[in-house]
């Protein structure tokens, strides 16, 4: 890249940075990072004492205002831009024990190995290793899109950003940052407090009675969740 091309890029980078990504003021960054974008997702949050918390109707993906808030969001000159943005997401990859990834397929949401299908089970049986099973891993994915296509209303960074503030919000309730510091707080000043929690998950095609519990954006699974809590309180 040659001096007159980088200084355009730098000129480029410049007026993006000015026009989309500072204050009002121009002095200092709308967000400083993604905990704070995404926290201006959802509706105003709710104070209880000298904390804020995001609504929970808003949490668990059933309020209807803030649903439509991002393309009020995003500048025009985002949505016009054509240059391509890359990034790296965490992906999962799905490959055949014995064929590995080459031959995968996939049908009603589920990946298979296409030599396993056409394959008969006693000759599967005799593989070394035994029958072949798809196995799962979690890997770092380079992506690229056009900018447009990148921060427009249901593309990719608002899909992200909406999974932070979820995040957040299970953050604030059960994370250090609150549960465990207030569990401390109250045994330094009342007693000894030991909490225990456990939680298992048990899927099934079929619900066979099983509760099933709502998680933060719509998630459904099916849940067991014991908590143990033994305290020794201080008296005057």
Known sequence: MSGTEKRKKQHDLTAYVSKVCLDKEG?????????DAACELGCEPIKIGDKYYEPFTCVLGQCNDCKGKWKHRVHKMELECDEIISYVVWGTHHKCSYHGDYKMGIKNGEYYCKECSSMADEKKRKLKGGSPSIKKMKLRIKRSEKMKD????????????????????HVK?????????????????KGSFLFEGDYSEKYQPTYDREIQSESFGKDSDVSMEIKIATYTAKFD
């Open 27 to 35: 002095t200092k960054l709308k967000n400083v990072d993604a905990w």
């Open 150 to 169: 990148f921060v427009k209303h249901g593309g990719t960074y608002e899909d992200y950003l909406w999974k932070m503030y979820y995040h957040v919000a």
């Open 173 to 189: 309730l059960l994370g250090n940052r609150e549960l465990v510091d207030k569990l401390y707080e109250w045994a330094e000043e």
